[in-house]
């Protein structure tokens, strides 16, 4: 069975899962991060190789300040807790993601997550904190253009695609092969826009954190019964 190199998903459906159950959208974040542990557990059963979770938008400051500060504090217990059964298993953490406005506790501990799992050479998980498409094209544009003056570069010579790329947030991880978008809902919000240039795209109305290793196996069947074709023939 074709398996996807890179898998992006739109984890999505916390707050909707958490109404349903009369629970604060907090209590469906926290419920949203124990999916990502189990998704962890299924990945490395199905033998899955860089996987990007979305976990805060550019455009997610627009939400009140008291769920803003529970999703950061979750992620800082997330890693907290995890981190010890992260490196056990060989996962490698890496953060895509503008580093303004995350709170310093929060960045500190990505940072260590990354530092302490930098040799291992298992799954990639990219936590996408702070993420927004728009933004990374953008800040790359504006790292190229300070490059080429650090090295005194002819700044009016044509951007070739590998040389943008190198400078954005997911660089050097491949370009997405499957995106995921949990909830029902049916848009990219942002996310990867560029790397998702060619990937297949998998919607499912289950909610963020109902979703298991059976959705995972529904999402990875389907992309195998999809031809891709890159603009060319089959
Ligand atoms: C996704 O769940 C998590 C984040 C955006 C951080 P939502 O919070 O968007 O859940 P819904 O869409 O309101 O159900
Ligand atoms: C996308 O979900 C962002 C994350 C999952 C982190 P949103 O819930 O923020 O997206 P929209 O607003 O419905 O497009
Ligand atoms: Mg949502």
Same mark, same amino acid.
């Given at each position: ?20 159950k ?31 979770? $979305? ?13 803003i500060?529970?999703?950061?504090? *979750?992620?800082?217990?997330f ?7 992260i ?8 953060? #895509? ?6 709170? *310093? ?17 298992g799954?990639?998980?990219n936590?996408?904190?702070? $993420? ?11 790292? *190229? ?27 050097p ?9 949990t909830?029902?809902? =049916?848009?990219? #919000?942002?996310?990867?826009? %560029? =790397?998702?240039?060619y990937a297949?795209? $998998?919607?499912?109305?289950? *909610? %963020? ?13 389907? $992309? ?11």
């Amino acid at each position: 069975m074709e398996t996807p190199k890179h898998i992006a998903i739109i984890m999505d459906g916390n707050g909707r899962w958490a109404t349903s159950k009369n629970l604060s959208r907090s209590e469906g974040h926290r419920e949203g991060s124990i999916a990502i542990d189990r998704l962890m557990d299924s990945a490395m059963e199905f033998d899955l190789k860089y996987i990007s979770l $979305y976990a805060f938008s550019t455009e997610n400051w627009k939400r009140p300040i008291a769920e803003i500060k529970a999703i950061f504090n *979750l992620l800082d217990e997330f890693i907290s807790t995890r981190l010890e059964k992260i490196k056990k298993n060989n996962i490698k953490v890496l953060h #895509s993601g503008s580093e303004s406005k995350v709170p *310093l506790q929060s960045m500190k501990q990505i940072k260590r997550a990354i530092k302490e799992t930098e040799k291992n050479t298992g799954i990639v998980l990219n936590f996408c904190l702070n $993420y927004g498409s728009q933004d990374e094209i953008l800040n790359s544009i504006s790292l *190229l253009i300070h490059d080429r003056i650090s090295k005194n570069k002819d700044l009016t010579k044509k951007i070739k695609k590998e040389e943008l790329e190198n400078f954005f947030y997911t660089y050097p991880i491949p370009d997405v092969d499957l995106m995921i978008r949990t909830a029902g809902e =049916q848009r990219i #919000s942002n996310f990867l826009l %560029w =790397q998702s240039a060619y990937a297949e795209i $998998y919607f499912t109305d289950c *909610l %963020w954190p109902d979703f298991d290793k059976k959705e995972l196996k529904l999402a990875l069947d389907w $992309y195998a019964g999809r031809t891709r074709k890159f603009g060319g023939l089959k």
